[in-house]
């Protein structure tokens, strides 16, 4: 059991354990993992657009991570609203990413975000 507290104690975002966000509502949508090698998840909270990197705040862009600073890999979506709900947020709604291009043509690729709600104690 401590294994498990561990390591939900561990997770965080832009450095900020999960259990600390004063946000309200949060975002949760999947983004590209490192080098393109798969998916990961990053999380909203109000600081910004996910994604845009500067100069030496990889760390810093949303993506969950774990206690050495490594990205957690999305294995299913339910893994993480099962991490955020045991850090105190619930799901509220999904909700799909406009996929077109600046032509309007359907990307096949769809992705969806997650919004979700801290928990009343």
């Not at 600390?20 to 998916?39: P, S, T």
């Not at 291009?101 to 992705?111: A, E, F, G, K, S």
């Amino acid at each position: 059991m401590s294994k498990v507290l561990n390591f939900l104690a561990a997770q965080t975002v832009n450095g900020i354990p999960l259990k600390e966000l004063k946000a309200e509502y949060i975002e949760l949508r999947v983004v590209a993992n490192q080098a393109g090698k798969g998916q990961c998840l990053a999380v909203d909270y109000g600081q910004g657009r996910q994604g845009q990197k500067t100069k030496n705040t990889d760390e810093n862009d949303g993506r969950i991570r774990d206690d050495k600073k490594n990205i957690i890999s999305a294995g299913s979506v339910a893994f993480h609203l099962n991490l955020l709900y045991e850090n105190g947020y619930e799901f509220v709604l999904k909700f799909p990413e406009d996929t077109s291009d600046n032509n309007n043509i359907l990307l096949l690729r769809t992705y969806h975000h997650y919004l979700l709600r801290k928990r009343k104690q």
